[in-house]
């Protein structure tokens, strides 16, 4: 009853992205061609909804879908993410988090097989924001040369960036997106230390997400 009523509430609030939102649109590039697109959406509000897909990687490896959203509640601070993951051998997975300022409070999944040790809200050891908000903040240049922190009910990471550096591409912040607590990303590969390199124009504007999956390249490139 639980699952449902979960299910419920994550697909009727996922269903379109808030109407006062910016959408950026990127392609996901690697192996030698085109792997998925992902449309992000970015309010300045803090309401945000990200519906991404990768359809094309070798083996199928990490193909699937993945919705999420990040909206308002009541009290300064307090927010609600959102998300629903859809492996392409229909493997599904949907979060409920809470957060109130850079601490989270809640934290659901199902199925609850899924649960990590660190689905235990009581086990975070330092500030964290949901990974879509940690995906938003990549958008600001700024924030280059900081280290911030995020928590998707499994699993802490933390993403470190240097200070921006300018060459023939334009401004880039090299840096690691690093896992400090649960387990790793894509099952048996676990995933948990990738190094990162985001490239902005000369306005600031953030043009290109780039990492590497075991030897390979891939990375998200902003659609004009």
Known sequence: ML?????????????AAPSHAEPH?????????????????IATDGAHW????????????????YVARVDLLHGVGNRIFLADRIAADGDRRLY???????????????????????????????????????????????????TRAFYDGRRIVEITLSEPET????Q????????IAGPGHGGIVGLKNLPVTLTYDAEGTLRRIATRLLFFR???????
Not at 50 to 65: E, K, Q, R, W, Y
Not at 172 to 179: A, D
Request: charged share 20%.
């Open 218 to 224: 891939v990375a998200a490139v902003r659609e004009e």
């Open 167 to 170: 060459d023939a591409s334009g």
């Open 96 to 146: 409920r988090l809470v957060f109130s300022g850079t601490t989270a409070t809640e934290t659901e999944i199902h199925p609850s097989e899924d649960l990590t040790e660190m689905s235990d809200t009581g086990r975070i050891d330092r500030p964290v924001t949901s990974p879509l908000e940690a995906l938003v903040s990549l958008f600001d240049i700024g924030l280059c040369g900081e």
């Open 172 to 179: 880039i912040c090299s840096g690691r997106y690093e896992i």
């Open 25 to 41: 649109q990127f392609r996901f590039e690697g192996f030698g061609g085109e792997v998925g697109r992902m449309t992000l959406n």
């Open 50 to 65: 990200l519906d991404s897909a990768t359809d094309n990687m070798p083996f199928g490896f990490l193909n699937g879908t």
């Open 3 to 15: 699952r449902s009523f979960l299910s419920a509430l994550v697909l009727a609030t996922l269903g």
